[in-house]
């Protein structure tokens, strides 16, 4: 039986590179196509060696396809996806364009007016963990951005079962991938290298769509959340660790309540097969190249805070194996499709 | 006119060395001897082949000298010092073992009754910048915990001038010589490389520095704080970033109190030589190799939340520069003499 | 039908977390057993958190098995598989111990009498290009060493083909792995990170193996080798740089000799699942996690010099990789079964 | 008594920050002015935060000054110091634009013809080594490249006492500050991170240098060099490996040769304040930061070939502190002012 096709817009930046590994050896789809700006008329093995395998030419355009992802730059991703869309193509889209449903925060956050904002409604935010049914018969699907797949996943069973006080503080570490392939002193290797700092202490992009979807999770107020960014030297990987006072009488105190509160993560994450409650406070390179996140809840007892370490592979469960989960969720495949691998450790 | 004999206690850890490094140009101090356990009998440059141009054979035990750094563990340390401190030596503890005023706390966070309980209280925090006329006449000073050195900076403004709730947390990323020189599967690179992690999550050791210096800062119950340590892939540097909630009314609103709060901040450290509060967020390469702390307050608008960030050259401010500068007060010496090195960047 | 049981003794070093890590995923084989000496007891995923998805607890000796892949140092490695042989397991050896055909290398290099001296001569070196048929139906297969893997293979065109005099130099560049997961000062973070040196200048245990598979190719005298190691601060990768003086009248001169290069290698390789004949040079990262051996011959035309550069990963094509390689051979299975994946990269 | 003024031009590359660097705390000079082309008209210490103690504003062109340090690339370099050697300033230029003797070299090598050609045979080659009384009286002084500072030295004993064949190999190892500071695919963090690579497989400009100064050693013909450079994921740092065969009857057989090798560098090094030829191989690390080259001389005993290990740190004696060190030179200071820094280890 013929496979799928689907097709990668962009394949030239991190996310689409990451992408076509991935799918190359999915055995329900087949890539199509990819397509690329600057790149286009290369064979891909030219413009990326590593991805010699896959034999393609990088294409201006998109070609037909039942499904293609967009890994283009915010913007530019919904000015390619409408008019693939209007011709049935289901999209995938790893950019911001339809994360949020408030038209306005495009402005305020994103410093352009939304060209589609009516499909903002439509679009299902991508993380299968809080909306699978959706996604599975959804036209468009937004990717969470790298730092709220994980920092939602983090906080989502504290937050729905109201064991926090709307009180949150999200400081992230990121790898350096997370700034993408485009050039920047900040990137530049030896300006980053043995360094570590905090970045967009005046808000970042990523704020919103935590704020959004962890209040979607509870009645009430949205949390006030402080998200504080991280650069730290290595290439993959996110670890968030989240604080947020405990509401007085819901978890029993000490040790047992360190108890209930893992129990409430198991269960609440029971048949993910993606999310992982760890016994011991896991490590990005747990993570490296898989599709894994890993999260690790604990209450600091001496303040009564709840600590949620989450980190998982910004490229991967950050971004081009959270897209092909939705794509099989699209698909009707089983969810794990093509996913499977091991961490390469270390 | 002879300069002032100096010593070090174990140089052969990465605060020993360290302390080599910076002594060895100092111009008002003569290294006079070095100890070492295992490496005893060995010429300096042998041992740590970077340090080649000082001409000293490592000792099993110490010599003559006004002054001695001790750069032991924790517990052989307080056990080599009051030897030397019966001698007359004066001594600058790289170790925890003066740190704590409480003798309880080496029983309930170190494992071991303390040898010498009445010497906490002669002992001096050294900290220049909260306890600089005590160090001068100290007889024995306990150099702060990496951790603590630049956390306690980063919050001391922000809590004697109470502008914030006693509810802080402290996220800390720190190189891995913090671990120093010890074999460990924690520290072996194929392990550590590419890789971040929170770890003691059940309590680090150099909270209870950061309670007691904190709550000397200002009358009322101690601050709650949550202390979460990480380790990222880089050698040397620490980045903390604290947060705590604004006391209303403290500070103006918006940006007026964004320059209020840079303006309380530079009040505080006016004059200081080796903390600097800078203009955009500090970056720990930044400090690479030399003595300074930087520190970057603001405030999350969204939040009236205040965060601080602050960062250090863990083996320099947080170890062996912090107790140089230490032994200058001490020795009644101009407080910056060899440690005017600019950082090594990139 | 079932599949074939196999299993790994010694999984908890680089090269059999590795293994682990590729058989899992075997589509033809099933990971039947794990032993490990301290970790004996242990779940695979409690000593080994990456490896949490394979359901197997640690033992403390091998199970049945139809082949077993030995992980263990030398002199260790033979004494657990002589048994494992007479209970006719075949074994794919990862160690040294039979790598090399004079058993009084054993005393020369490795400082012990070999137990098995008979075996030697029985056993197949794993070079798959060079050695495919005798690996077939091997009973025991001598894994190569990172090193030799891909120094062997850069060489093995212009030796067999008598291009090069039989004097050459082999620079090759590790990553961290290569060292192994037993603690070391010289595999300590801070130690080696931002470091790169040459070490076994002296003469290191994988020269022997370069010189007799080189030698086998081509009648004569066995070439004059010299090989210098280097460890740089990254995990996984080896890089070598080989260099030898043409010989006279074999290749044209200028552009057109590059071209008759080329083609000699690509000849020789021709229908090599895992050798590439690369166009531009290769960097270590392009087989991240991967089986691949990438080689880019060229001519220094100003020396009329060869000039290779070949690498690798050093756990994959470099050990684990090509043991599953040898492995499939010796079952009959396609040779790239389980070995297919693209690298991860960046 | 008033100290010597000097300039900077082009402060804002990895060679002139670190200039500002070294000059800074330089007892004798002043460093009166710096040059910045994007950046002119900014505080030192905003464009580059770790320069903040040095209160300079960046100037669009060069100020009066007795001598200036030239760090723009090349062809810029050699405009921009023609009219300040006119003004009678002295000019120690980091670029290569007055390292070769032959004006040819420029078209073959860099692609364009030199501007000044007269003045290439009364440039001195900055390394004082081999040149220093010319330098002390020099007008321009061509510092050497990263690359041949290192190979130069290593290999300048043997090649001047004729222990060796005029066949040489010299395998570089490079930190990615060598490529600089202007952005590119190829210094980008995640593309470089965790990689190594060979590169300029068709010839790097730093060969005709090391042909150069080594043929000037010895009489005969120039020495055929292979030079090959790679570059290692590390900031700071050149490891060279070079090879050569050599010569029989000059050194005894076995280790009674190691030892004639080893006093013969010794000799040829002797009263040398940088260079020190070390007893075990040598670590890019021992020299972060500091002005040594390393030299470790040896014997493959097994193939007659002399293998020489050196090491620098590619911004200090590789670059600007090489250029102090002939400033002293031309000054007549104590050549090793401002230089006596410890390197900063780990």
Not at 294 to 321: E, H, S
Request: hydrophobic share 40%.
């Amino acid at each position: 039986m013929a496979r799928t096709k689907v097709g990668i817009i962009n394949v030239t930046g991190y996310a689409g590179l990451e992408l076509a590994r991935l799918l190359h050896p999915h055995p329900e789809v087949e890539l199509a196509w990819v397509t690329g700006r600057s790149a286009a008329g290369q064979k891909l093995g030219e413009a990326l060696p590593h991805l010699a395998d896959i034999e393609l030419t990088i294409q201006a355009e998109p070609g037909p396809a039942e499904l293609a992802f967009s890994a283009l730059p915010h913007k530019s991703s919904a000015e390619a996806i409408l008019p693939l869309l209007e011709e049935g193509i289901r999209v995938v889209d790893l950019s911001a364009d339809f994360r949020l449903k408030d038209p306005s925060a495009y402005e305020t956050w994103y410093d352009f007016a939304h060209p589609a904002p009516a499909l903002l409604e439509k679009a299902v935010y991508g993380l299968p963990e809080l909306h699978r049914p959706q996604i599975g018969s959804a036209r468009l699907v937004a990717n969470p951005g790298c730092y709220p797949a994980g920092a939602i996943l983090a906080l989502a069973p504290a937050v729905r079962e109201g064991i926090i006080a709307p009180d949150i503080i999200v400081d992230s570490k990121s790898g350096v991938s997370g700034a993408g392939r485009t050039l920047s002193l900040a990137t530049h290797f030896s300006e980053v290298n043995e360094n570590t700092l905090a970045y967009a202490l005046e808000g970042h992009r990523h704020l919103p769509e935590m704020v959004q979807e962890l209040a979607g999770l509870r009645t009430g107020p949205p949390p006030q959340i402080t998200f504080l960014p991280h650069l730290v030297p290595m290439t993959r990987g996110i670890l968030s660790s989240c604080y947020a006072p405990l509401v007085a009488g819901k978890l029993a105190g000490g040790e047992k309540g360190q108890q209930e509160l893992k129990q409430l993560y198991r269960d609440f994450f029971k048949g993910e097969p993606f999310v992982r409650v760890v016994e011991q406070p896991p490590q990005t390179k747990q993570t490296w190249g898989n599709n894994l996140c890993l999260i690790y809840p604990t209450i600091d007892l001496r303040t009564d805070r709840l600590v949620v370490i989450g980190c998982l592979d910004n490229l991967v469960k950050g971004a081009a194996g959270q897209a092909i989960q939705n794509m099989n969720l699209m698909l009707g495949l089983p969810e794990t499709t093509g996913l499977e691998a091991i961490a390469v450790y270390p």
